[in-house]
């Protein structure tokens, strides 16, 4: 089975912290996403890569920045964590591009910024 | 306007009971639809793929309505474990864009 770990599951950091969420992938998969769930607003998409070293905005990339040194991690980082940024985080990948049905999730991370 | 939007519930059914979700979406160009499940805390997981002809895997019937834009879920003879939100997703076109709708809360009352 394809695993998407995130390295923490409940995080509580304080406001203007830099923070590091981590992701990583244990199948090769070439497509790696974070996306943030809030109540009523659903999954919305933060940040993606299709490559190493490679990154595209999604819908919501103010205030965050990623990076992926290795095909296996993806880094999602909150440069200055603000308290509208408490949300549970999520981390998915895909074997490639159009590859849908393989798209898997982590078990999320929970941030509450204070 | 959201590209997914689905009604966010909750519905709460007997046991033994049938419920239906609906979920429109808005790009017509949308190639492939999904149905995920959610449990409480947990991660989304893929429940079924919807195709154009409709599907159905054990008690869990899915059907695409393209000229009305709308995806169903059906659910038959409902047990407690089914429980859980439901996420109705859209793949645009383009690489990047699959949608998630807000999910439908379900509870299956004993």
């Known amino acids: 089975d394809v695993k998407v770990t995130q390295s923490s599951r409940y995080l509580v950091k304080r406001t203007g912290e830099k923070v590091f969420l981590e992701c990583v992938q244990d199948m090769d998969h070439e497509n790696m996403f974070w996306y943030r769930q809030d109540p009523g607003l659903g999954l919305r998409l933060i940040y993606f890569s299709y490559d190493v070293k490679m990154k595209e905005k999604g819908d919501i990339p103010e205030g965050y920045s990623v990076s992926r040194e290795k095909k296996e991690r993806f880094s999602l980082i909150l440069e200055s964590a603000s308290t509208n940024q408490t949300s549970m985080y999520l981390c998915?990948?895909?074997?490639?591009?159009?590859?849908?049905?393989?798209?898997?999730f982590g078990s999320g991370t929970r941030l509450t910024v204070v | 306007r959201k590209e997914v939007e689905q009604d966010p519930g909750p519905f709460n059914v007997p046991e033994g009971a049938t419920v239906a979700f609906n979920c429109t979406y808005s790009n017509s160009a949308s190639q492939s639809f999904f149905w995920y499940r959610q449990d409480c805390r947990k991660e989304p997981k893929l429940l079924m793929s919807v195709y154009s002809s409709g599907n159905e895997d054990g008690r869990f019937t899915a059907q695409l309505n393209r000229a009305s834009q709308y995806i169903s879920l059906l659910i038959r003879d409902s047990k407690l474990s089914d429980s859980a939100t439901y996420l109705c997703?859209?793949?645009?076109?383009?690489?990047?864009?699959?949608?998630f709708g807000t999910g439908t809360r379900l509870t299956v009352i004993p």
């Open positions: 997703v859209a793949l645009g076109t383009g690489a990047n864009n699959l949608f």
């Open positions: 998915a990948s895909s074997p490639r591009q159009g590859a849908w049905y393989g798209y898997t």
